[in-house]
């Protein structure tokens, strides 16, 4: 079973640019009933292509600007916290950048319930980025 310091471990070692074994981290992502991506721009965009090459079924994104976006990668993009989801089988894989914000949204998932999320820029540079102390 895939960890609290499992997680930590991993966004540690995709943090000091090593490479880094995202078997792991799909396995636990793959393990949830429901995937949400809060995030559905550029950056939210990458990592739902990511996810679904590796065959994750993403549920849907999570946007301020879901009027505008509307479907990003076939997936619909509502308000946060749209929808019925269970937050002990939901994963939300937090894919927004500004760190200004970012403890905000954080806070506002804990408050809601939902325990099980990702941090996206680690997760990033973890599973996704090809750039790595080895490969410059």
């Not at 995202?22 to 990592?47: D, K, M, Y």
């Not at 946060?80 to 939300?92: A, I």
């Amino acid at each position: 079973m895939f960890s609290d310091a499992d997680l930590e471990r991993f966004y540690r070692e995709a943090a000091s640019s090593q490479s880094v074994d995202a078997g792991p981290v799909l396995e636990h992502i793959r393990s949830f009933q429901t995937v949400i991506l809060w995030g559905a721009a550029n950056f939210g965009a990458q990592v739902g292509a990511f996810l679904a090459k590796q065959g994750i079924r993403v549920e849907t994104y999570w946007d301020v600007r879901a009027s505008e976006l509307q479907e990003v990668n076939g997936l619909p993009v509502v308000p946060p916290f749209t929808g019925e989801h269970d937050p002990e089988k939901t994963l939300v894989i937090l894919c927004i950048t500004n760190n200004v914000i970012k403890l905000n949204l954080w806070n506002q998932l804990r408050k809601r319930g939902y325990r099980n999320a990702i941090k996206g820029d680690l997760f990033f540079m973890g599973a996704i980025c090809p750039f790595s102390e080895k490969t410059g």
